[in-house]
């Protein structure tokens, strides 16, 4: 569920009434900030504390706190007096060392992690005075030190129902948001100042109402994705069965059937056409099994319990694809070019005779729905109002629609993938977990979700930077992506 900041405090007062405290959910807020971060970061570094003077300065140094007793060097920017400080937030500060607050920044060496503290829900307008410094200070060293900037419940500066950007705004790159997602923070204009998204609950704070619409996290999602059976076997997990490749893309073929066997595919079978049939039998991991077909249109006389369609396939073969598209009786995961043929086609979509999960990037969007002005949220809602599809349409924040369910919006992710192939293993994913038994809505709030967190593993164990990821670092971290979704892990 997504809330205003009325509907925020409205919660909080409801908890207090109940017995919180505002000491007690200030110190699950800041242990909950605090595991986050070292998520991201296993290893200690600096934190700049850039804290104001209400309480959600205070929750910024309840975390900086919990880092320091983890050995991490805490240094704190103060944005009013010490005296002019919330009662609560003071006795916090006076929890870490003295020396700790500093008037400028010094220069350091290594991992420095920005947390911005400065402005809570509670505030309103443009910031002004020390707190404009302030933000412009943390923007400064984001650009030029390379400082990972992250936001305790929003961005200071953005407005938390509506997402409006003041200036100055911080730019996080996470963006740890405390009860609920707040709305402002999936609206469009926000996500380059929200950057990643994580939720810290905090006990007897409950909603009666708010936006239905949601942003999964690990703890929500895990109840999709059970344990094994010990006498499961590879028929139990599905046979998939994809169409992708071409003559000069080849590579999507591959990656795309890679990624449905790191994701748990029980029997991947790749269908090649007659001229390219050797190369991919020959360059797909060993447990591909690679199958000659005369055209495309052969599968659907073959036994598949999914299929993919699309990455790299080219344009030649749009006839067979809408036939796919139109008579499968297995659901079908549409991507790339099977998208770019259906757009040609929007009648395929009407009289499908199994379920469809459509995979489009915008470039692609657009050519089966033009925008004409709409935000994401409202292009994709009207989008499967009008056909009886799942649509997971790709982004910073990717969203997940089908009518009759609530919007999901994916928090996971980072600029590392930006580059080419990452759609191609979302694709094979996504036809894995249906082939595992995963209805296309479950698949696609599920891959989209461990295809980001992959991503975000594999910089965090420090193998690759964002400009070194590639699609396939994506697939060798599928697994811990699993395990920490399991774990429970934001």
């Known amino acids: 569920m ?6 925020m405090k409205a919660a909080e007062e409801m908890a207090f009434r109940s017995g919180a405290t505002p000491g007690g959910l200030m110190e699950i807020a800041g242990e909950g900030i605090a595991g986050c971060i070292r998520e991201f970061f296993p290893n200690p570094g600096t934190v700049a504390v850039f804290c104001g003077k209400g309480h959600n300065g205070g929750d910024a140094l309840v975390a900086a706190w919990h880092l320091a ?46 947390l911005d503290g400065l402005l809570g829900i509670g505030s309103s307008g443009k910031p002004r005075g020390k707190i404009a410094e302030l933000i412009v200070e943390m923007n400064r060293w984001r650009r030029e030190h390379g400082g990972f900037t992250v936001a305790v419940d929003l961005p200071s500066g953005l407005e938390a129902s509506t997402g409006e950007i003041a200036d100055p705004c911080v ?43 949601e942003v999964p996290t690990a703890s929500g999602l895990r109840e999709l994705l059970p344990v094994r059976d010990f006498d499961s076997f590879k028929g139990t997990y599905g046979r998939i069965g994809i169409l992708a490749g071409s003559p000069g893309f080849l590579g999507a073929a591959r990656l795309c059937s890679s990624a449905a066997v790191h994701a748990g595919g029980g029997l991947v079978t790749l269908y090649a056409l007659p001229e390219f049939h050797d190369l991919l039998a020959t360059s797909c991991i060993p447990e591909v099994m ?10 659907l006389e073959e036994r598949n319990d999914v299929l993919a369609l699309g990455p790299g396939l080219g344009r030649d073969h749009d006839e067979d694809l809408l036939r796919i598209v139109e008579e499968a009786l297995v659901p079908c995961v549409v991507d790339a070019d099977a998208l770019n043929a259906v757009a040609t086609s929007l009648s395929a979509l009407g009289p499908a005779r199994a379920p469809r999960l459509l995979t489009p990037h915008p470039g692609e969007m657009e050519r089966l729905s033009p925008r004409n002005g709409m935000t994401r949220r409202v292009w994709a809602s009207d989008f499967t109002d009008r056909h009886p599809v799942t649509l997971l349409l790709k982004g910073a924040r990717t969203i997940i629609a089908e009518r009759g369910h609530p919007l999901s919006f994916n928090s996971t992710g980072n600029p590392g993938m930006g580059s080419g192939g990452m759609g191609d293993v979302l694709t094979g994913v996504c036809a894995a977990l249906i082939g595992a038994g995963h209805s296309p809505r479950a698949a696609a709030i599920l891959g989209a979700w461990l295809c980001g967190r992959s991503a975000e593993i594999a910089l965090a164990v420090g193998l690759v930077s964002q400009e ?10 599928l697994g811990q992506a699993f395990g920490s979704l399991r774990a429970g892990v934001f």
């Not at 707040?182 to 708010?210: C, H, I, Q």
């Not at 690679?290 to 599968?299: N, T």
């Not at 070194?468 to 971290?477: E, G, Q, R, W």
């Open 290 to 299: 690679v199958r000659k077909v005369g055209s495309y249109a052969e599968v």
């Open 69 to 114: 007793s983890a050995g991490w060097r805490v240094l704190v920017r103060l944005a009013a007096d010490p005296a002019d400080l919330a009662p609560l937030t003071g006795e916090h500060l006076a929890r870490l060392p003295r020396e700790s607050v500093v008037t400028e920044l010094p220069e350091t060496q290594g991992l420095l992690v920005l």
């Open 171 to 213: 730019q996080a790159d996470l963006t740890v948001t405390l009860g609920a997602v707040k709305s402002g923070l999936v609206a469009d204009g926000a996500t380059a100042k929200v950057g990643r998204l994580a939720l810290v609950r905090l006990p007897g704070v409950t909603f009666s109402e708010g936006d239905p619409a």
């Open 468 to 477: 070194s990821l590639s699609a396939s670092k994506v697939i060798d971290h």
């Open 2 to 7: 997504l809330v205003t900041a009325s509907q």
